[in-house]
């Protein structure tokens, strides 16, 4: 009897997966905890260590044959509950392709890049019941793909739940030079509206940047949000001493800076919208303007409010300007130009 020998299929049952993580102490620092994941990670350098996996495989199948599919079932980790999937590899293409489903995620993001985390965010924790991605890993240093993310939630310190949605679509690019994440736009439940998230490093071109791009944001949720999730940032307290209320129909807000390690600093914060129905308080002063509706940008720290109707007690503004510095509007509170239909009635008899 002739013949050739195919071994397509090799299914893992039940493995574990044992990671290097680091965890909070009292202190409020963090410590090793059997060791740290890689600051230096590298998308090349992760798949030249699957690449020798790949050899050896091979390596034990028929020198005719051209891929195998590895599945898994029931992997367990510190970060999850439960991960099922495959991995596709072709000889022929030298490429790799895994398709998982992993379930019940919770882990501490500051495990992934401390210093970014740490010193701009105060978020504790990132959870997901369900996370679906296809991944191409190509022997070029490349790695690319699609993921869903069911029922995401981040956590403050706290414990406050700072983001919920119920399902995020999203794909990516990354070589050791370029990330780019794309998430389509999507339902938030808290802060309530909607919205897209686009993020991109080049570290030839030494551009980082992300961009959140809203609609029908609640501006209460968000000021409650910002201020929890963007420790010490000065621009978004001040912001929010400012701007009380209201609904923004449409704002674009993105961070923009050379290297990931400070692209969440105050000064690289830019925004563009609209506010409708808003509540504005004129810094330094005891006037509040209710029913705002307008346009409004912040650039190099300092917010400009574009106003054509608003109320200020019982005087009506038809039209206005309002700047103001947000790092230093404590010596300097604003500048502005306003047309008042004034209520002669407030004004005190002689």
Do not use: W
Request: charge should be positive.
């Amino acid at each position: 009897m002739k013949g050739k020998i195919n071994i397509d299929q090799i299914t893992i049952d039940h493995p574990q997966i044992k990671t290097q993580i680091k965890t909070r102490v009292s202190t409020g620092t963090l410590k090793e905890n059997q060791a740290a994941l890689p600051g230096d990670f590298s998308v090349s350098k992760f798949i030249s260590k699957l690449s020798p996996t790949l050899k050896k495989l091979f390596a034990l199948l028929p020198e005719h044959q051209r891929s195998v599919e590895l599945r898994f079932k029931n992997i367990i980790s510190q970060y999850f509950r439960r991960l099922d999937g495959s991995l596709y590899l072709s000889r022929k293409k030298k490429e790799i392709i895994l398709n998982a489903t992993i379930k019940n995620i919770a882990f501490n993001p500051s495990t992934l890049s401390d210093t970014t985390f740490e010193k701009y965010l105060d978020l504790e924790s990132i959870e997901l019941d369900q996370l679906k991605c296809i991944i191409k890993f190509s022997s070029e240093g490349k790695i690319n793909g699609y993921c869903n993310f069911i029922a995401p939630k981040l956590k403050s310190k706290s414990n406050h739940i700072l983001f919920d949605s119920n399902i995020i679509e999203s794909s990516f690019k990354l070589s050791d030079a370029f990330y780019q994440i794309d998430i389509k736009p999507f339902k938030l439940n808290y802060p309530e509206g909607l919205v897209a998230i686009y993020f991109k490093d080049n570290q030839i071109q030494e551009k980082t940047e992300i961009r959140f791009t809203g609609t029908n944001i609640h501006i209460d949720q968000a000021k409650e949000m910002s201020l929890l999730l963007f420790k010490d940032n000065e621009i978004t307290k001040n912001l929010f001493n400012i701007l009380h209320k209201g609904i923004a129909p449409k704002v674009n807000v993105s961070f923009q800076s050379k290297s990931l390690k400070d692209l969440f600093d105050e000064n690289h914060l830019t925004l563009m919208g609209n506010i409708k129905n808003g509540s504005v308080k004129i810094p330094e002063t005891n006037l509040i303007a209710s029913h705002v509706f307008g346009d409004a940008n912040i650039h190099n720290g300092v917010l400009n409010i574009n106003t054509n109707n608003a109320m200020i007690q019982s005087s009506k503004i038809e039209s206005g300007i309002l700047s103001i510095a947000l790092l230093n509007y404590v010596d300097f509170p604003f500048q502005g130009e306003f047309l008042l239909d004034v209520d002669l009635s407030m004004i005190p008899q002689a």
